[in-house]
């Protein structure tokens, strides 16, 4: 909503401005070199890709207008990450190592089927929980981790190196 609100304020501003100093907002319109510039980039992009990549591209395209989430999803997720800070606040952080160590045996994650079964949301919530801050360093176990960005976080800060 916030990029629709900045978007809406960045035309609004540039064409106030425009208009402000005596242009003519109708000089802005050019559709034929809208025609020209992006026939041109979607011909190169033909010609420079073999067809099975054009069509992947495409589905691609108009996949983005789609999301694979719902309300539901967003709720469950919203839920899961409430219990995990909340048993992180009542028992320590040590106490939802094993929640986020093996999210599959977890009763936590069991409440929430839908988070479970994406493995990147799996994977993620290992990579943001094993991230802990200076406070609790180290962790015991960076095992969730192994396959995502931990160790490159781990170089642009100023915490210690794991032992």
């Not at 094993?98 to 839908?114: C, G, L, R």
């Not at 360093?137 to 960005?149: G, I, L, V």
């Amino acid at each position: 909503m916030a990029k629709i609100i900045g978007i809406i304020v960045v035309i609004a501003s540039v064409l106030s401005g425009y208009v402000l100093s005596h242009g003519k907002i109708a000089a802005l319109i050019q559709p034929f070199e809208v025609l020209i510039i992006g026939g041109a980039a979607f011909g190169a992009f033909l010609q420079a890709n073999p067809s099975y990549m054009t069509m992947h591209v495409l589905k691609k395209s108009l996949g983005m207008f789609s999301s694979r989430f719902s309300h539901t999803f967003y709720l469950e997720v919203l839920g899961l990450v409430y219990e995990i800070l909340n048993k992180s606040r009542r028992e320590g952080m040590m106490a939802i190592e094993a929640d986020i160590e093996d999210a599959a045996a977890s009763p936590i994650f069991a409440k929430y089927p839908a988070v479970l079964k994406d493995d990147r949301m799996t994977a993620t919530s290992a990579t943001i929980c094993a991230s802990c801050p200076p406070a609790t360093w180290p962790p015991t176990s960076w095992k969730a981790c192994s396959t995502w960005s931990c160790s490159a976080s781990r170089k642009k800060s100023n915490t210690r190196p794991m032992p």
